[in-house]
Antibody, heavy 124, light 107 residues
Framework: QVQLVQSGAEVKKPGASVKVSCKASGYTFTSYAMHWVRQAPGQRLEWMGWINAGNGNTKYSQKFQGRVTITRDTSASTAYMELSSLRSEDTAVYYC?????????????????WGQGTMVTVSS | DIQMTQSPSSLSASVGDRVTITCRASQGISNYLAWFQQKPGKAPKSLIYAASSLQSGVPSKFSGSGSGTDFTLTISSLQPEDFATYYCQQYNSYPVTFGQGTRLEIK
């Protein structure tokens, strides 16, 4: 079945970087865009950016521009999100989410399948 | 950025009840609105896109409506598994943004 499986929890020190992976299975990886969304404790969901898994094009939220890099490895059907210069406010659960396609029509910015989430804790 | 505001922030209801959650956008977003369900410690589950279209596999007890700035999610005949937090999301323009959530609790 279609699923996204993310890498495990991370604990990082302020100033460090973290790279979270999202492995897709059950569908053609390069046919769908992948988004990254985070949720800090007690906060609403926050969109970070997305990647066109086919051609590698990316778009980032201005809030994270310069600190976030989203990449993909098509041979491994895996997307990655790297966040640098971590601070305590980056402590959150990070999710990957597949962009929705209905009968071959891409619903840009809407999601269907979500990964299980990766907890990233930033603490000295 | 488009601000999304949900009401109420929390709601108590009984099994069998019908409930409605409202989401308002700070500017018109046509029907580019989605709804999600999230249970504690779990990933969000996509319920509705295009304001009123059910995602594959989502039961018809969930329904959505609205266009422009005002939207609603209605859940009929509440069952124990429906008690969760519900979020709206606009995808009319980047960055996509989410409401603050509505926590649906058992009365």
């Amino acid at each position: 079945q279609v699923q996204l499986v993310q890498s495990g929890a991370e604990v990082k020190k302020p100033g460090a970087s973290v790279k979270v992976s999202c492995k897709a299975s059950g569908y053609t990886f390069t046919s769908y865009a992948m988004h990254w969304v985070r949720q800090a404790p007690g906060q609403r969901l926050e969109w970070m950016g997305w990647i066109n898994a086919g051609n590698g094009n990316t778009k980032y939220s201005q809030k994270f521009q310069g600190r976030v890099t989203i990449t993909r490895d098509t041979s491994a059907s895996t997307a990655y999100m790297e966040l640098s210069s971590l601070r305590s406010e980056d402590t959150a659960v990070y999710y990957c989410a597949r962009e929705l396609t209905i009968f071959g029509v891409v619903i840009v910015g809407a999601f269907d399948i979500w990964g299980q989430g990766t907890m990233v804790t930033v603490s000295s | 950025d488009i601000q999304m505001t949900q009401s109420p922030s929390s709601l108590s209801a009984s099994v069998g009840d019908r409930v409605t959650i409202t989401c308002r956008a700070s500017q018109g977003i046509s029907n580019y609105l989605a709804w999600f369900q999230q249970k504690p410690g779990k990933a969000p589950k996509s319920l509705i896109y295009a304001a009123s279209s059910l995602q594959s596999g989502v039961p018809s007890k969930f329904s959505g409506s609205g266009s422009g700035t005002d939207f609603t999610l209605t859940i009929s005949s509440l069952q124990p598994e429906d008690f969760a937090t519900y979020y709206c999301q606009q995808y009319n323009s980047y960055p996509v943004t989410f409401g603050q959530g509505t926590r649906l609790e058992i009365k």
